[in-house]
């Protein structure tokens, strides 16, 4: 089992930037893939960035590359997502999810892939 507690939302003006991350307890997230999801108040769930299990690959959103950047460190059980020039549609519930990789270098996209969830950290960016 691994539990997933993310940390770091806040209120932020449109072009600013806010870190949140992710803690990871229970086993270690070393072997899982993890990702970041997002919504919005009426909106669907949607994928925003995932990290392999091994981190050398990563994979974003159109809407956020360039704009985000997803990491981890195993050591520290830690995931983070940077999130550089917020815009107000960025606005949502963040969430991390973290799933096993039973291969080298795989990473998920899809919601129904991953099996830990965290229970969200809320990012407000006005405008």
């Known amino acids: 089992q691994v539990q997933l507690v993310e940390s770091g939302g806040g209120r932020v003006q449109a072009g600013g930037s806010l870190t949140i991350s992710c803690v990871a307890s229970?086993?270690?997230?070393?072997?899982?893939?993890m990702g970041w999801f997002r919504q919005a108040p009426g909106k669907e769930r949607e994928f925003v960035a995932a990290i392999s299990d091994s981190g050398w690959t990563t994979y974003y959103a159109p809407s956020v590359k360039g704009r985000f950047t997803i990491s981890r460190n195993d050591g520290n059980n830690i995931a983070y997502l940077q999130m550089n020039n917020l815009e107000p549609e960025d606005t949502a519930d963040y969430r991390c999810a973290a799933r096993f990789a039973p291969s080298g270098d795989v990473y998920y996209t899809d919601s129904n892939d991953y099996v830990y969830w965290g229970q969200g950290a809320r990012v407000t960016v006005s405008s």
């Open positions: 229970g086993r270690t997230p070393a072997g899982y893939a």
